[in-house]
């Protein structure tokens, strides 16, 4: 496996069942990608969820791992199945019945970034959407399941928190009946993959914080949530869409003059987050 395929951040004691993972805030575009994508620096990094792993890198300092990928989502989505290979940009990829995310070109090996622009020129091979898949999106799974795995052992249940940001023009679908809109989007598939007092915690530590709050509109949760969401054994996904306008400026994709004071509301809501975790036995010492 090589070193640069993802980043974890451990607290030096764990305390607590909560993990914070970020799979689509990656920016290290390789060379070799970028000269077979038809699409300019600003286009190929619409999809990316930009600065969502600074929002959240304080996590360690409330007892809580945080782990975030480092490949871009153009380049591999490790928020989709390894088997939603895309027929239209594959070579070689059989066709499956309808899936809405591969039909719409958002595989495990995107065909297309925001507003459904191409990425490449023509198709790629299935042995190199294998081998990304094999070097990016299976060690950032096997160390996520690893990393709840460890809360499940030593507390009993896991927390996943699963950290994205959403285009403000996303919010324009919504049907607010004259309500503010939203500037967190929570999402448990409608209560399937957290059980309801997690998810009422979690959207008070954002409330408090000074944020409003929506659920699983328009954002329910994707793979991640849906795969690693089984409350019914103690295990708890919850998706966090952020509005990316709160803290950057999507044309120039530049943080905002007051971006440190808006981290800082989030550090205080991953405080109260990780305090839903927090153990009643021993803490864990990080490896």
């Known amino acids: 496996m090589q070193e640069t395929t993802f980043d974890l951040s451990l607290p030096a004691v764990r305390s607590t069942s909560v993990v914070f993972a970020s799979p689509h805030s990656g ?9 077979i994508a038809d699409l300019d620096a600003a286009e190929i990094r619409s999809s990316e969820d930009a600065f969502i792993d600074r929002l959240y890198e304080d996590a360690p300092s409330f007892g809580a791992p945080f782990i975030k990928a480092l490949a871009p989502r153009a380049f591999v989505d490790l928020n989709r199945g390894p088997d939603e ?4 940009l594959i070579e070689g990829v059989r066709r499956k019945p309808h899936n809405p995310r591969i039909a719409s070109g958002l595989g495990v090996i995107p065909r297309v970034v925001a507003n459904g622009r191409h990425i490449y020129r023509g198709k790629i091979s299935l ?16 160390q996520l399941q690893t990393l709840l795995d460890e809360s499940n052992r030593a507390y009993g249940e896991s927390i996943l928190i699963d950290c994205h940001s959403m285009p403000h023009e996303a919010l324009t679908t919504m049907n607010l009946q004259n309500a503010p809109r939203p500037d967190i989007v929570l999402g448990d598939r409608f209560g399937s993959t957290a059980a309801g007092h997690i998810m009422d915690q979690v959207e008070a530590a954002f409330t408090e914080a000074g944020l409003r709050v929506a659920r699983n509109a328009p954002f329910a949760g994707a793979y991640i949530v849906q795969q690693y969401g089984r409350p019914s054994r103690n295990q708890h996904a919850i998706q966090v869409e952020m509005d990316r306008a709160l803290y950057m400026d999507e044309r120039t994709l530049e943080p905002k003059s007051d971006f440190a004071a808006f981290k800082e509301q989030i550090s205080a809501a991953i405080a109260m987050i990780a305090e839903i975790g927090f153990a009643k036995d021993q803490p864990v010492a990080a490896e």
């Open 85 to 88: 290979l895309d027929p239209a």
């Open 27 to 35: 920016r290290d575009y390789a060379s070799s990608f970028l000269s």
């Open 127 to 142: 042995n190199e959407a294998h081998d990304r898949i094999a070097t990016y999106w299976r060690p950032y799974h096997d």
